[in-house]
């Protein structure tokens, strides 16, 4: 407070058009495409929600992408793990057959990423706020309480986000995590986006994955814009690497065929296993 | 009251004034005790001791239960789950699992023997309508039916099976759900994969399997049975438990614990949800069980 009893407010970057991705999984060339396809939208900025690394093959490669274009990032379960040397990804999954995958992806993964970039994940926020326009956004990587929380659009209740924007002071919440994008605008005005991820298709038999972007304006405009991409050199650095062969056939095919007990009944139908 | 005589002694007791407790952090699942503990099976290892029989625990009424959902909505919950005994026996189960599902994703346990085609479409209907997720678990202990029906009864292994291939065909990707109690019979197979694949040569591609440990209580507790203490408790996060982000209404009040509802020292309101959000005693031998495996009732 100040002496005269007004708060004094943070400053809070405003914009008017930015654009937002998660999960990239270390999927370099995925990564190459959005950005590039990002600077031809007239975007003020690019923002990242966190999970650079698993899944995919040399995780060391996203990092420089990632600082050249200047993205804005924060962190995610896989981050955090990294960063702080802990023995699992913290997913959240409880199946034994995801655990068993997760493990794989995971041990990799911390073998393959350097001491400086665990370093610059360590230091990422765990949260960041912005104003897009006179929205106030507040940005997670699973909810804005739980870095993990799993937020799928047919097992989050309105009256659930409704609870995190008012706790947060947020007009729009941001988040990824599922690796399955959603929108929905809540009857108040304010709105909740997963802005889906660029690391892997979204298991709807598409090989292209998914970012947002989103416009300031009397209507909030949500865009969710594909991602085209060479997924097929990215599948066979997987094989050469070593992954399991199940995660090159997920990006060939555009169908998850591991991480599926985490999905709720709805977004499971939609799959193909 | 019907009154303990069915129980083993231990599970009325009340929590010592040292019991350890778990926090409350937040209202994320909350469970409906709907039949209480009125079953038509009466399984060895029944973690209430449900049966046919002169229920322990009385049914919640309607009334409750949608009184619960709107308050729970209220709170921001994020997943609702109906529970008993057997909630097919309630009159309204289909009625009630539409209203949580106006609210938030809803799970309903069951022992599937009551799902017959007619039951099988109007679930399937509830879910075509629902912005949000259904999930029907059925309970199902040993791929082999011998072994299954001596846990669960005569007859229990078809009729449950029946329900999921008949749930499977209408989309609904029911998920099975067994206790290890059987593990034995089958020495050095895994589990899950002899699920997985029994479910799979039934023609069911999308199989969903949750194990569960066994619990020292209901008609497997004893007197004696092992609790915590502080000291056990050193260096673990309490916020993992799940009663430190859930309830549960059944008759009598509000409970954090899904498999201890009913128990009167388990009971930490006779109001409202809210009125419950307190810390939990940690009191029961089933809570060591928690501790120790890190299960939760929850799908995942």
Known sequence: ?273 | MIGPMRLPLINWMAPPADAPRAPFLRLSTLWIQITGTWCNLECVHCINASGPADPWLKPVSPEVVRRAIREAEDLGVKEIYFTGGEPFLHAEMLALLGDALEVAPTTVLTNGTLIDEAMADGLAALARRASYSLEVRVSLDDTDPETNDRVRGAGSFSKAVAAIVRLNDRGLLPIVTATEIARAAHAGEGMYERFRGFLMARGIEKPRVKIMPVFALGRLGREGDPRLTEADLAGFDRGLLQCSESRVVGDGGVYACPILAGLPGARLTEGTLKESFADAPLYHPACVTCVQTGMTCKNG
């Open chain 1, 1 to 273: 407070m100040r002496a005269d009893g007004d708060d004094v407010q943070e400053r809070i970057a405003e914009y008017r058009r930015i654009a937002v991705f998660g999960g990239v999984y270390s999927n370099a060339p995925a990564l190459e495409a959005m950005l590039a396809d990002a600077r031809g939208r007239d975007v003020e900025a690019v923002f990242c929600l966190g999970d650079m690394g698993g899944f995919g093959p040399h995780p060391d490669r996203v990092f420089p992408l990632l600082r050249e274009a200047g993205v804005l990032a924060i962190q995610g379960n896989y981050d955090e793990s990294l960063a702080l040397g802990k023995t699992d990804c913290g997913c959240g999954y409880t199946d034994p057959r995801d655990n068993h995958f997760a493990r794989i992806s995971y041990e990799y993964t911390f073998a393959k990423t350097s001491m400086e970039n665990k370093r610059w994940l360590g230091g990422l926020p765990a949260h960041r706020r912005l104003r897009l326009g006179t929205r106030r956004v507040l940005m997670s990587h699973g909810s804005p309480r739980v870095i993990n929380e799993f937020l799928w659009e047919s097992a989050t209740p309105t009256g659930l986000l409704k609870r995190f924007l008012r706790e947060g002071a947020a007009d729009v919440l941001l988040c990824t995590h599922t690796g399955i994008k959603w929108h929905r605008a809540l009857p108040d005005g304010t709105h909740a986006v997963n802005v889906g991820v660029i690391g892997r298709p979204e298991n709807d038999g598409s090989s292209n994955v998914w970012y947002t972007v989103l416009t300031a304006g009397p209507d909030l405009s949500v865009e969710f814009i594909p991602v085209h991409y060479d997924y097929e050199t990215l599948a066979r650095q997987m094989e050469q690497e070593g992954l399991p062969p199940e995660f090159a056939e997920t990006v060939r095919t555009g169908w998850w065929t591991t991480c599926l007990e985490n999905l709720p009944s709805q977004e499971r139908s939609r799959g193909k296993f």
